[in-house]
């Protein structure tokens, strides 16, 4: 077997793995990162397409939490992780978030004054920038449709970065990792390892010492062990607390699963709505943060066909004229608490996650909600989100979706997953302490969606990276 | 029905499936898209499905296998016919009861083929500069 050593291993290429890779490797560590998936440019396929499902999405984008409702979830699986496939909207939580959690989780350190610092340090060290030229005619909607209401809508910046071009048009680029961060690791000596799936840990009493993985490269499989002096597993809140627990490392360790339940509906319109040359829509209501969150989604053929599937008699007529449909969508911080296990002889762990009867009622709320806005903004249908019930054509007819969600017969899915290894230092309740080091062991720390304590209420990627910078730079005693 | 060459993971398993794969995705666009689908688009779409089979954790793929298999023995006993045999009609008739099925793996089969079917047609259709 392949021997490589290291002195920082760094599992995981996302924005936890990518930060601390940039910065380990900046201060004159030698760095590997190790990442399940392929290396990828972003503009290897287009966004939200089939191709990027199959290239960049694990398991092509079926996955699934298990519970009374089940809640398909989505995770990057490419150098960049996550970061290469989702929308890059940049929120900073609620300072009330923050505090909350540095009181319940007993996180030293943590004050919203103190990230501060790092939210502004990544907003310049990865670029956001809002979108120039207005809105796109389906984030149009939304505005309208809260302002008829009295809801306070705006758009939200993402990790983006726009260039004028010598014929003068703005183009703009995502600022995914492989755009920003693993880029400026590598310029600094890092070494980056694609296709390659860490097996398990090697532990020796209070630390690890190695890691074994299995190298894929045309077709053929090579194992290779990596022995390194500290270990930041950043695989996501998925793989990370799988990682871990095939490594014999279970307490408070995939126990605690948060995430942003999120309903979406398609809503006919008498115009032309969607455009998807627009890309992602970026205009949220900020009326209900940070319980519920509304807003629009890509809405080209395939995701408005998808989300009609089966739900409406009149389909044909409608997708003939597709672009009067746009798909919107109601997201809630979760109240449940879900749970990752491996299972004997599969790849996959099993996720599993309880949606509460809070979380059933705020979904509700948030349909209730949406039916509003979209009626407020001209809306002639609302198609979903109750399997094969009829389309909700008057704003009278909502009443039945707030109270009356079905488990089973909704279609819920999520991008936003965290919580698995919360960090603090309530014993109680958390895997690593208050700057990601793993409890009861020297080398061993955690970087990345997993050491969120709870629900941030926004996308979440701005406060993985400004929590990664924090907690790399205190392992760096920079 | 030609099985087209597929190989990789599961490749015996998809081989064997496909032409029951090919008549559910068929029967599910038949009920979605306007006329006759191109039977073009049924074959890869088909065929997408199969890799999509094979990419899902491999405790779902076992059970999409093995719910494929029983949903095609279930029509006997509703239609005297396993699926891959009956007229259009009674194949529609089928896959709707599963739709509509009060048991959630019944409707999570359905939505595969259906919803995801659907998708990868007008993924396709789209890719192609195609529209309805």
Redesign the interface.
Known sequence: MKTLRCDVLVIGSGPGGATTAAWCAEAGRDVLIVEEGPDLSIDSAPSYSMAEMAQKYRNSGLTPAFGKTNITYIEGRCVGGGSEINAALYHRPLASTLDDWQRRYQIDGFSPAALDDEFDAVEAEVGVATQPGGPDPQSERLIAGAQALGWRAKEIARFWKYERQNDGALVGRRRSMTESLIPRARAAGARLLADTRVSALELDGDRAVAATAVCQSDGKKEKIRIEFSEVVVAAGAVQTPALLRRSGLTARIGDSLQLHPMIRVAVRFPHKVADPSWGVPVHQVEEFKPQLTLGCSHSSLPHIALWLAGEVREKREHLRRWEHLAVFYAAIAGSGLGSVRNLPGFREPLVRYPLTDADMALLGEGVYRLGQLVFAAGALEMIGPIEGAPPVTHPGELGRLRTGLPHGRINVTTIHLFSTCPMGEDPRRCAVDSFGRLHGYTNIRVNDASVLPASPGVNPQGTILAIARRNVRKMLSL | MPVPPLDGDLATVRRSLWPLMRVIVDTVLRG???GEPDPVLVDDTTR?LS??LV??????GIGMVGATWTFNQWAISTAGRPFDRLPPEGRRLALARW??SRF?LM??F?DFY???G??????????RGV??
């Open positions: 979605e898209v306007e997408l890799e999509k990419a899902m954790p491999r405790y779902l739709q509509t959630g409707r999570s359905t259906g919803k995801m659907i998708f990868l047609y007008y993924s396709l259709l789209e890719e529209h309805p």
